[in-house]
T-cell receptor, first 111, second 112 residues
Framework: TQLLEQSPQFLSIQEGENLTVYCNSS?????LQWYRQEPGEGPVLLVT?????EVKKLKRLTFQFGDARKDSSLHITAAQTGDTGLYLC???????????FGGGTRLMVKP | DADVTQTPRNRITKTGKRIMLECSQT?????MYWYRQDPGLGLRLIYY???????NKGEISDGYSVSRQAQAKFSLSLESAIPNQTALYFC???????????FGAGTRLSVL
């Protein structure tokens, strides 16, 4: 069974601060996805990273896939209150289509 | 209109009752999924279907069944609900190329 651990589980910061959340596993994934979920809604796909060492930027969000494809990080620069939500990472196994989800990082950005 | 629609959005039921959660999609995807979300446990896969004639168990299928009535419709049933099935349930679709999931807004189920 492939497991994904996310840290921290909870994070509360002030608007304007930077933050990084982590997604770690002992297993290798063929790709890794990040989602954001807001209260009362389903998760929304933010990005998919495929290549070891890959870095993708989405405005103030920077996603990195580890060289060994076992871990990933999400860095947010100058957080805004609209970034508040639950961030989930999900790894795809070698079969490609099955995803393993991490437990999530719940982020609160205070004004 | 939402691409993936789940009904009902909220449901309260009693132990032993049979209930059905419905999902329909307009994304044209072949692949559909049912997940369950519990605090701190992320999303766990209950059942998935890669096309109308294909049904597969996920990691926590006990106590659940599904029906793929058409490419666009995938329903989840709890034959005899029990309190530990209280959770948020999500339907999702994916395309074959990217595998990224497109989720519905969820059904909040409480079993008393």
């Amino acid at each position: 069974t492939q497991l994904l651990e996310q840290s921290p589980q909870f994070l509360s910061i002030q608007e304007g601060e930077n933050l990084t959340v982590y997604c770690n596993s002992s297993s290798v994934f063929s790709s890794l996805q990040w989602y954001r979920q807001e209260p009362g809604e389903g998760p929304v796909l933010l990005v998919t990273v495929v290549t070891g060492g890959e870095v993708k930027k989405l405005k103030r969000l920077t996603f990195q896939f580890g060289d060994a494809r076992k871990d990933s990080s999400l860095h947010i620069t100058a957080a805004q209150t609209g970034d508040t939500g639950l961030y989930l990472c999900a790894g795809a196994g070698n079969a490609g289509n099955m995803l393993t989800f991490g437990g999530g990082t719940r982020l609160m950005v205070k004004p | 209109d939402a691409d993936v629609t789940q009904t009902p959005r909220n449901r309260i039921t009693k132990t032993g009752k049979r209930i059905m959660l419905e999902c329909s999609q307009t994304k044209g995807h072949d692949r559909m999924y049912w997940y369950r979300q519990d605090p701190g446990l992320g999303l766990r896969l209950i059942y998935y279907s890669f096309d109308v004639k294909d049904i597969n168990k996920g990691e926590i299928s006990d106590g659940y069944s599904v029906s793929r009535q058409a490419q666009a419709k995938f329903s989840l049933s709890l034959e005899s609900a029990i309190p530990n099935q209280t959770a948020l349930y999500f339907c999702a679709t994916s395309d074959r190329k990217t595998g990224g999931r497109y989720f519905g807004a969820g059904t909040r189920l409480s079993v008393l």
